[in-house]
């Protein structure tokens, strides 16, 4: 055998050899980290006899970018954070809400440390986990659950959130369930927040989709005008679509605490549509909103006793069509506001008005507003609503 045919041979007996052991993971390629209580799992599923980690938080520190992080069922304890040069990570559950994450003991968990932390990485995506506050033993207050800054494209989805313990309006509940603030493109998608203290989500000079999330509030010991609020964001551009915001009182207190179902403050262009709200003082509140906002094809409805508005306007060239307010002290509330369009909304069974427009200027009937084709059965100026079937 000639020195050429030889070298050949040995070339590719060294090939054979790479692809048995592996080779180092090239630039943008994608590694399945294994977590699991019990020490093993992988490749093939939870079942599996490979050697795991014990940690979610050593999966992430053992992580780079674009890989995903698979959690077995089971009790994690202890905080997340993800920082440094991970974009693209993913953390999953195996299965949804199998893999519950809890803050860890009293000396570890502080106020201004979050449970999960995102800081500073992109496109990252949180999937299918379970978080659980504790309310009683050896715990505090709980600021906020999952909490992310300059985290541009980040994904939340399907997580459960919630308090647990026999007393959830306690000292140790929690206070907002995912807040972020300067990210852009984030989604919050398909979730469960539960027993929240102030939001279920808070945003903050970010772009984001808040789509098709449940919030059930339950801390009606906040008295009739409330606390909480189910999506409260300022600064930036949103779209709110599809959510199911709920007021559910406990202990024998018959009034729900929500304060809005959705709330803005100087917000740039941002679409709320599609989304039931119940139980809140306010049921959609905008304050000082100069972006377009289109307000579409909401159900609202009060309680008994509220002194609050279905749609509270203050807001400027917004487009507030077909939702149906029912239940509150003043149906449709508008002052402060021109250039708005109000067209083919339903408020109706509202204890003092049901629309009323505080405006001036060139619009329908002497507001600074266009009002066509509203129904309700008292309004102010007279005319703005007709008791006339859209």
Known sequence: MSKTVRTGALTGAAMLVMALIGSPAAAGSTTTRWVDDDGAAGPGGCGGSASATKSIQKAIDASNADDLILVCPGIYVGRLEVTGPRDGLTIRSTSKWAAVVQPGARGEVRRVRPPIHIHDVDDVTLQWLKVVIPTSGDCRYTNTVVFANDADALAVRGLLIRATGPDTQGTCRYGRAVAFSDSDDVLVSSNTFIDFDYAGVDAGDSSATIDDNSFRFFHADSGPSGAGRGVTASGGEYRITNNVIRALSTGGV?????ESGVELRETGKTLIRDNRVSGARFGVLLFEVDGPTDILRNTIRG??????DGIHVESVGGQ?????????????????????????NVATGNTDTDCRDQTSGLGTLGTANIWIDNVGDSDSPNGICTNDPV
């Open 254 to 258: 018959s009034t729900p605490g929500l």
């Open 303 to 308: 309680y008994a006793g509220t002194d609050g």
């Open 320 to 344: 507030i069509r077909r939702n149906t307010v029912t239940g509150f002290r003043t149906g449709i509330y508008v002052q402060l506001s021109s250039g708005n369009t109000f067209r083919g």
